[in-house]
Nanobody, 113 residues
């Protein structure tokens, strides 16, 4: 089993940047061999895919964030990151980290002037 804890959310103005972190504990072997994903859920909307990174570092992004967000992982620190640049109000959501069937508790990102 793996446990996930997200951090790094907050309030930022449009055009600003944030870096989210997701620290894993528990089965580090599972972390090292598994793809990791970031998802988000805005108020009144369903949870949606944001980005994924495989164990080998291959990445995939939702069209809405491509070119603005970057997912990365540090297997030595058992952590996955989401660098978010050029943030827009429509990026406002709770952001969740995912590995297999496990989810973190989420971190709130609010983009507003």
């Amino acid at each position: 089993q793996v446990q996930l804890v997200e951090s790094g959310g907050g309030l930022v103005q449009p055009g600003g940047s944030l870096r989210l972190s997701c620290a894993a504990s528990g089965s580090i072997f599972i972390f090292s061999i598994s793809p990791m994903g970031w998802y988000r859920q805005a108020p009144g909307k369903e949870r949606e895919f944001v980005a994924q990174i495989t164990s080998r570092g291959n990445t995939n992004y939702a069209q809405s964030v491509k070119g603005r967000f970057t997912i990365s992982r540090d297997n030595a620190k058992n952590t996955v990151y989401l660098q978010m640049n050029s943030l827009k109000p429509e990026d406002t959501a709770v952001y969740y980290c995912n590995i297999r069937q496990t989810w973190g508790q989420g971190t709130q990102v609010t983009v507003s002037s």
